[in-house]
Structure formats: structure tokens, C-alpha cells
């Protein structure tokens, strides 16, 4: 059986404040195949990497009085958020601002070094990863809220295309997955040229934004994506699909893994990949069967709920602390 890859999701994020430059580089030096960057898009269209375009939560944003006016609050796929958004400034006001810990709770030594690093456009990631991966360390770009951001003017394929193509991306020389949880943009990305692999992303619950927007309350299901016949429906049009753990591990009602899953043998069947999301050692994220009781932020056992992933046959396993990753999964 071929070991799954190891991205490193959000760069090193357990250890460093995610999206920061110490979280890419700590992950480079862990070994990891690829790194996982996600992009918005800034109001003078530079794609930022930043995992919402709220950022209140990964930001010192809150903290900085000149721009305490454009707090506000937006319905984004659905979802009502209050703070501050990256399409309401420049790059050159975003370059201002410093990472910070999303769960400083959780993860107080990354919270340490809060404030250290600023804020990348995906181009510096782009640059950090080709030079110091060596040509053999790939890049896992998802691309987020690509309906809202189309909605308010931008042609997100074509913003991520030519940055692929100026960074020297786009023409396979270089390991390249491009992920969404909307399987339109994919498809626009692919329509530009981009030579890469094409990885949709689902959810356990909900649907796309993409089909919301377009098929109302009729929009398909992620849910009805992963069954055989919604696979059917991906096969030539997407590379791989990218699920949440718990979908692969399938807990009963006492919180233990079972076999009832039968996402990866039927995608393998057609020809498709699976990715998981997002394998993290602390008890708040380990499902029940593998947690300790020393708290939330305590490491459990999360060496056998990742060996469960492992011996299953997943393609590929994004990990917020990429030294465990690669200690586990390429051993």
C-alpha cells in the first residue's frame, strides 16, 4: 500500500499561527509533500492567503484603530459573520497586519508567537515553497468563496490562473492541487489551462454555494456527492475529492470508528482519489474512542485514529502539525 501524502494544512498551523511564514517554512523543514494555502481575494484583486476573508480571528485587525470603521457585517454562502474583511482593504493596507493564533485556548505555544509575521499574498507562498521545496514539494491551493467573490465582480479563475502562471505554477513542472468546496471554479480554473490536479472538496452536511446560488433549495448535497452514483457524476470532471475524517471513520453512536464507510473503495473503483480533512492530535478534534481525559487541548491517541485513515487507503491527509504527520504516515 503507497503512503498518503502529508500536507501540511495552512502551513505548520498546531505550531505557528496558520498562514504565517514560520508556519510554511516549519512545515517545509518538517518533510511534507505539499503545503495547503488558502486564497481570498484583496480590493484591489491580489489573492491573499487567509483561510476566511473574515480576519478578525487571524489578525491583529481588531487591534488597529484606523481601521476600526470598517468593522461590518456580511452574509457570506449563506452564513452571517461580523468583523473585518480582506475585500474591504488594499494589499497594501493587508501587508500591515500580523498573524495570530485562530485557537489560543487550544494551541497557547503557537499563540506565542502571535504578532511576529505578516500577512502573504499567495505569491510569496508560491515563491517560498518552489525554492525551498526543491521542485519536489507541492502546493495544495484551495480556493474560498468563489461564488461571493464572483458576485461582487472578480473572475476568480482568471485571478488564479495568471498568479500560477507569473509564479511559474501552472504548467505541471511544479506539484499542483487546486481544491474548492465549489466544483464551478474548479472547472473555470481548468478551463484557463492550469495543469493540475483537481480535488473538489465536500462537507459532511449542506451544499455548494455554487449550486445554492444557482439551483436554490433544489441544490444536490455534498452528503449525496460521496455516494456511488454522485461519484459516478465527478468521474473526468475532478481528479480526487477531499472529505472531513469523520466521514471515512464513521463512529456509531458510542463515538468509535467502524467499517461502514464506503467512500474510498468506491471512489478508487472510478478512477478518483480521497483526501481527509483536517487530522489534528488534540482530544477536541479526535472523535470519542480516541480521546484522553486530561482535556481538550491534551494530545490523545491520535496515532491509532490517523493509523485507521492510514490503513484505509487515503490518498492523502491534511495535518496541522506536520512533525506527527510525517512521523506517522511516511514510517
Given at each position: ?13 498546531g505550531h505557528r499561527p496558520e498562514h504565517s511564514r514560520s508556519a510554511y517554512e516549519l512545515a517545509l523543514a518538517s518533510g511534507v509533500d ?23 480571528g487571524t489578525t491583529d485587525v481588531a487591534d488597529r484603530p484606523e481601521f476600526a470603521e470598517r468593522r461590518t457585517t456580511k452574509t457570506i ?44 499574498r499567495l505569491r510569496d507562498v508560491l515563491d517560498l515553497v518552489r525554492v525551498s521545496g526543491g521542485g519536489r514539494v507541492g502546493v495544495v ?191
Amino acid at each position: 500500500m503507497s503512503r498518503p501524502l502529508v500536507i501540511g494544512h495552512r502551513g505548520a498551523s498546531g505550531h505557528r499561527p496558520e498562514h504565517s511564514r514560520s508556519a510554511y517554512e516549519l512545515a517545509l523543514a518538517s518533510g511534507v509533500d505539499a503545503v495547503e494555502p488558502d486564497v481570498v481575494i484583496s480590493r484591489d484583486g491580489v489573492l491573499v492567503v487567509r483561510h476566511e476573508n473574515e480576519i478578525s480571528g487571524t489578525t491583529d485587525v481588531a487591534d488597529r484603530p484606523e481601521f476600526a470603521e470598517r468593522r461590518t457585517t456580511k452574509t457570506i454562502d449563506g452564513v452571517e459573520w461580523t468583523g473585518w474583511f480582506v475585500e474591504d482593504f488594499t494589499w497594501e493596507e493587508l501587508s500591515t497586519l500580523r498573524c495570530r493564533e485562530r485557537l489560543p485556548a487550544l494551541r497557547p505555544g503557537s499563540a506565542a508567537h502571535d504578532d511576529r509575521d505578516p500577512v502573504l499574498r499567495l505569491r510569496d507562498v508560491l515563491d517560498l515553497v518552489r525554492v525551498s521545496g526543491g521542485g519536489r514539494v507541492g502546493v495544495v491551493l484551495e480556493i474560498k468563496h468563489a461564488t461571493f467573490f464572483a458576485d461582487i465582480g472578480w473572475d476568480v479563475a482568471a485571478l488564479v490562473a495568471a498568479e500560477l502562471a507569473v509564479a511559474g505554477w501552472c504548467e505541471g513542472a511544479l506539484p499542483l492541487t487546486v481544491e474548492s468546496f465549489e466544483q464551478t471554479v474548479l472547472a473555470d480554473v481548468r478551463a484557463q489551462g492550469v495543469v493540475a490536479s483537481f480535488v473538489y472538496l465536500l462537507e459532511a452536511s449542506g451544499s455548494p454555494a455554487d449550486l445554492v446560488a444557482r439551483d436554490g433549495a433544489d441544490a444536490p448535497t455534498y452528503a449525496s456527492v460521496a455516494t456511488p452514483d454522485g461519484l459516478d457524476a465527478l468521474v473526468g470532471a475532478v481528479d480526487g475529492i477531499s472529505v472531513p475524517k469523520r466521514m471515512l471513520l464513521a463512529p456509531d453512536a458510542l463515538g468509535r470508528a467502524t467499517d461502514r464507510s464506503r467512500i474510498i473503495p468506491d471512489a478508487h473503483d472510478r478512477g478518483l482519489s480521497v483526501f481527509t480533512w483536517t487530522c489534528r492530535p488534540e482530544n477536541a478534534f479526535l472523535i470519542p474512542q480516541f480521546r484522553s481525559g486530561l482535556g481538550r487541548a491534551a494530545h490523545g491517541d491520535w496515532r491509532s485514529e490517523w493509523m485507521l485513515l492510514r490503513d484505509a487507503g487515503v490518498d492523502g491527509v491534511f495535518v496541522d502539525h506536520p512533525d506527527l504527520g510525517v512521523s506517522l504516515f511516511h514510517s
